[in-house]
């Protein structure tokens, strides 16, 4: 690496592996190439079916939506065939049809029926049909680019629309080929009918009748296959239906079909002709109403708007990013209920344009995605606080990790922890005669031996919510009241309260390491402890290659220098421990203390107090017995050190 040019070192270090991960897994970046990853691959569109269904449904029920009165279906169903006999009916019953609908003057007719096959009454059908002159025949294009039509007799005397449907992969038709290679729809060519029927019958007042006809889409250039969505404005049996037995009865009034579009075609239950729609998928409905609500969409120019996929990205891209920019700063109970509101508020939305515009929003891909950012953002703060957490497992209790993770905010900048001034305090141990039990012991089992203590002496800092600082050879600096500013009285006596119960506590663990130690043939340890609550300035020390978390400040060298002073107050001191005026004013009222020097403290003019600690003030005296046994057997202990270094 060092024989690269500058530019490719430079270019090295900035997608070092910590600039990957705060770019690369973004979770804004995150969740927009896994949204786009998602369209590409088609999950979008197989899961919009699904929100397709549910809009629609939801509408239905909230919304009083109904389907053109000028639609009249008329049902080849059961009824009817138990009166004529299976299907295909004779053909004379539709020249009786033809007949009965006469005096009523429908403006339009069509048949949802092939009409391919020869029989003896084509010639008198064909006839009542040219003369309604309104009727338009179904025809079929086939998978060989062949058209199936009429027979010969019916062809030349009407126009026919295809009856080609066009289902999704779930079986729902969602959209109607209008023209197949310029071949219009039979709905299409029916209002084509219906608009002559109107320009013909209205002359009385031209601008009455441009304002009734219909607006046709019209074929384009080069789209073979030229489709709409369809508005499912309501379930198909909400169609007005009758009979075919009935309207050949006479048993329907005249008046009920007079200027109406009508769709004759079969219903009854069993047929071939099956059509799911959003509202009926088991069991579905007739094929016939497939056109009836093409017709109806396009009668009051109603048909089903969508975005452009262009649009639907960047809707997703938008929404996305706006989930995180809300999910982020909130807590864990805010976030689920969020959640809750987000996806409910694009349903909403989406209820909203369908019934009012028409227009349909993508609805389960912008939820999901709404999902897939929420994922994102605690898969980041997941690995940002593993990151934390491994940076401060070996310094902190899990209570302060937490509290660190939990203000991240406040003391994260610009990948560091930013220098912050504050008053903490300050808690200094180091082992007495260290030098010279170092020279008698191999440097492994004096690595060893200094582990396991600095290991004990760390979980008692850390039960007392302390962090420890820094390891200074034997020395331990261990600092109450970090990283966080407390500017709270009572945060800050809780510190010198929390600093001087660790203290007691490592004397007291240091009775059960030395027994341990003692079986194991190894030496003895012994600690001062010297306690400061002063003024520090706490951040991060370093380059941009290495950063330490630390304090600095005359209050650290104070605890140290207090530490100093156990080697000569051994008087009234059963812990090893001293503590300044200052922290013995934020304690006092909790453990029993004995006043035993005044020094010089560096910038103060005035001799400073310092105290011991004898224990805790609900406390018996059995433990200060302990310790005065504890300190008795330190200084046998360090006499028979000295007298074998004398040898």
Same mark, same amino acid.
């Given at each position: 690496?060092?024989?690269?040019?500058?530019?490719?070192?430079?270019?090295?270090?900035?997608?070092?592996?910590?600039?990957?991960?705060?770019?690369? /897994?973004?979770?804004?970046?995150?969740?927009?190439?896994?949204?786009?990853?998602?369209?590409?691959?088609?999950?979008?569109?197989?899961?919009?079916?699904?929100?397709?269904?549910?809009?629609?449904?939801?509408?239905?029920?909230? =919304?009083?939506?109904?389907?053109?009165?000028?639609?009249?279906?008329?049902?080849?169903?059961?009824?009817?065939?138990?009166?004529?006999?299976?299907?295909?009916?004779?053909?004379?019953?539709?020249?009786?049809?033809?007949?009965?609908?006469?005096?009523?003057?429908?403006?339009?007719?069509?048949?949802?029926?092939?009409?391919?096959?020869?029989?003896?009454?084509?010639?008198?059908?064909?006839?009542?049909?040219?003369?309604?002159?309104?009727?338009?025949?179904?025809?079929?294009?086939?998978?060989?680019? $062949?058209?199936?039509?009429?027979?010969?007799?019916?062809?030349?005397?009407?126009?026919?629309?295809?009856?080609?449907?066009? #289902?999704?992969?779930?079986?729902?038709?969602?959209?109607?080929?209008?023209?197949?290679?310029?071949?219009?729809?039979?709905?299409?060519?029916?209002?084509?009918?219906?608009?002559?029927?109107?320009?013909?019958?209205?002359?009385?007042?031209?601008?009455?009748?441009?304002?009734?006809?219909?607006?046709?889409?019209?074929?384009?250039?080069?789209?073979?296959?030229?489709?709409?969505?369809?508005?499912?404005?309501?379930?198909?049996?909400?169609?007005?239906?009758?009979? /075919?037995?009935?309207?050949?009865?006479?048993?329907?009034?005249?008046?009920?079909?007079?200027?109406?579009?009508? *769709?004759?075609?079969?219903?009854?239950?069993?047929?071939?002709?099956?059509?799911?729609?959003?509202?009926? $998928?088991?069991?579905?409905?007739?094929?016939?109403?497939?056109?009836?609500?093409?017709?109806?969409?396009?009668?009051?120019?109603?048909?089903?708007?969508?975005?452009?996929?262009?649009?639907?990205?960047?809707?997703?891209?938008?929404?996305?990013?706006?989930?995180?920019?809300?999910?982020? #700063? *909130?807590? #864990?109970?805010?976030?689920?209920?969020?959640?809750? /509101?987000?996806?409910?508020?694009? *349903?909403?939305?989406?209820?909203?344009?369908?019934?009012?515009?028409?227009?349909?929003?993508?609805?389960?891909?912008?939820?999901?995605?709404?999902? *897939?950012?929420?994922?994102?953002?605690?898969?980041?703060?997941?690995?940002?606080?593993?990151?934390?957490?491994?940076? /401060?497992?070996?310094?902190?209790?899990?209570?302060?990790?937490?509290?660190?993770?939990?203000?991240?905010?406040?003391?994260?900048?610009?990948?560091?922890?930013?220098?912050?001034?504050?008053?903490?305090?300050?808690?200094? =141990?180091?082992?007495?005669?260290?030098?010279?039990?170092?020279?008698?012991?191999?440097?492994?089992?004096?690595?060893?031996?200094?582990?396991?203590?600095?290991?004990?002496?760390?979980?008692?800092?850390?039960?007392?919510?302390?962090?420890?600082?820094?390891?200074?050879?034997?020395?331990?600096?261990?600092?109450?009241?970090?990283?966080?500013?407390?500017?709270?009285?009572?945060?800050?006596?809780?510190?010198?309260?929390?600093?001087?119960?660790?203290?007691?506590?490592?004397? $007291?663990?240091?009775?059960?390491?030395?027994?341990?130690?003692?079986?194991?043939?190894? #030496?003895?340890?012994?600690?001062?402890?010297?306690?400061?609550?002063?003024?520090?300035?706490?951040?991060?020390?370093?380059?941009?290659?290495?950063?330490?978390?630390?304090?600095?400040?005359?209050?650290?060298?104070?605890?140290?220098?207090?530490?100093?002073?156990?080697?000569?107050?051994?008087?009234?001191?059963?812990?090893?421990?001293?503590? =300044?005026?200052?922290?013995?004013?934020?304690?006092?009222?909790?453990?029993?203390?004995?006043?035993?020097?005044?020094?010089?403290?560096?910038?103060?003019?005035?001799?400073?107090?310092?105290?011991?600690?004898?224990?805790? $003030?609900?406390?018996?005296?059995?433990?200060?017995?302990?310790?005065?046994?504890?300190?008795?057997?330190?200084?046998?202990?360090? &006499?028979?050190?000295?007298?074998? =270094? &004398?040898?």
């Amino acid at each position: 690496m060092k024989f690269w040019p500058q530019p490719l070192r430079d270019i090295r270090k900035h997608f070092s592996t910590s600039q990957i991960e705060k770019h690369l /897994f973004n979770p804004y970046l995150v969740t927009a190439v896994l949204s786009w990853g998602l369209w590409q691959v088609g999950v979008w569109a197989t899961l919009e079916l699904l929100g397709f269904n549910l809009l629609f449904n939801i509408r239905t029920r909230i =919304s009083n939506h109904n389907w053109d009165e000028r639609i009249v279906i008329i049902s080849i169903d059961d009824k009817t065939l138990a009166e004529y006999g299976e299907f295909p009916i004779s053909r004379d019953r539709y020249t009786q049809l033809l007949d009965t609908l006469a005096p009523s003057f429908p403006a339009a007719i069509g048949f949802d029926i092939l009409f391919i096959e020869p029989t003896i009454h084509d010639q008198t059908l064909a006839e009542a049909m040219e003369l309604s002159g309104n009727v338009v025949l179904a025809i079929s294009p086939t998978s060989q680019q $062949k058209t199936i039509r009429p027979i010969r007799e019916l062809n030349q005397v009407t126009t026919q629309g295809h009856i080609a449907s066009n #289902p999704d992969m779930d079986g729902v038709t969602r959209q109607s080929y209008i023209y197949i290679d310029k071949i219009p729809a039979l709905s299409v060519q029916l209002l084509e009918t219906y608009n002559y029927s109107l320009e013909s019958t209205i002359t009385a007042n031209s601008q009455i009748s441009q304002k009734s006809t219909v607006k046709i889409p019209k074929p384009q250039l080069n789209n073979p296959l030229q489709s709409i969505w369809i508005n499912w404005i309501a379930p198909t049996h909400k169609f007005t239906t009758y009979s /075919f037995v009935d309207v050949i009865e006479n048993k329907i009034d005249a008046n009920e079909l007079t200027d109406k579009i009508i *769709l004759v075609g079969l219903t009854a239950t069993g047929t071939n002709d099956q059509l799911k729609t959003p509202f009926e $998928k088991i069991p579905p409905t007739s094929g016939i109403y497939l056109h009836a609500a093409v017709i109806d969409n396009l009668l009051n120019q109603r048909n089903l708007e969508i975005l452009p996929w262009q649009i639907e990205i960047f809707t997703l891209l938008i929404i996305g990013t706006g989930s995180i920019f809300i999910i982020l #700063p *909130l807590k #864990p109970c805010q976030r689920i209920y969020i959640l809750l /509101f987000l996806p409910l508020s694009w *349903l909403a939305i989406s209820i909203f344009t369908l019934t009012n515009f028409n227009l349909l929003l993508p609805t389960t891909s912008p939820i999901i995605t709404i999902f *897939l950012a929420a994922f994102t953002v605690q898969w980041q703060e997941q690995n940002e606080k593993q990151q934390l957490m491994n940076l /401060f497992a070996r310094h902190v209790s899990p209570e302060t990790a937490n509290l660190i993770w939990d203000n991240r905010s406040e003391i994260f900048q610009k990948g560091k922890l930013e220098a912050q001034e504050m008053v903490a305090t300050v808690l200094f =141990s180091d082992i007495r005669n260290f030098t010279s039990i170092s020279e008698g012991m191999k440097p492994k089992n004096l690595l060893d031996w200094l582990n396991y203590y600095l290991s004990a002496m760390a979980e008692c800092v850390h039960e007392y919510n302390g962090i420890v600082d820094k390891y200074i050879g034997d020395a331990v600096m261990a600092v109450f009241g970090i990283p966080f500013p407390h500017h709270n009285s009572a945060k800050i006596e809780k510190d010198a309260i929390n600093a001087v119960s660790a203290a007691i506590a490592m004397q $007291k663990r240091l009775i059960t390491l030395n027994q341990e130690l003692e079986k194991l043939g190894k #030496p003895r340890i012994y600690i001062g402890i010297g306690i400061h609550t002063g003024l520090v300035v706490a951040g991060s020390i370093g380059g941009s290659e290495r950063l330490n978390y630390s304090v600095l400040g005359d209050a650290v060298n104070i605890a140290a220098r207090l530490e100093q002073l156990n080697k000569k107050i051994q008087q009234n001191n059963p812990y090893s421990i001293l503590i =300044s005026e200052t922290t013995f004013q934020l304690v006092k009222k909790h453990f029993i203390t004995q006043n035993v020097n005044q020094i010089q403290l560096r910038g103060r003019e005035k001799l400073t107090m310092i105290y011991s600690v004898i224990g805790y $003030k609900n406390e018996e005296f059995n433990d200060e017995q302990i310790m005065m046994k504890h300190k008795s057997t330190e200084t046998t202990g360090q &006499q028979s050190h000295q007298l074998r =270094s &004398q040898r």
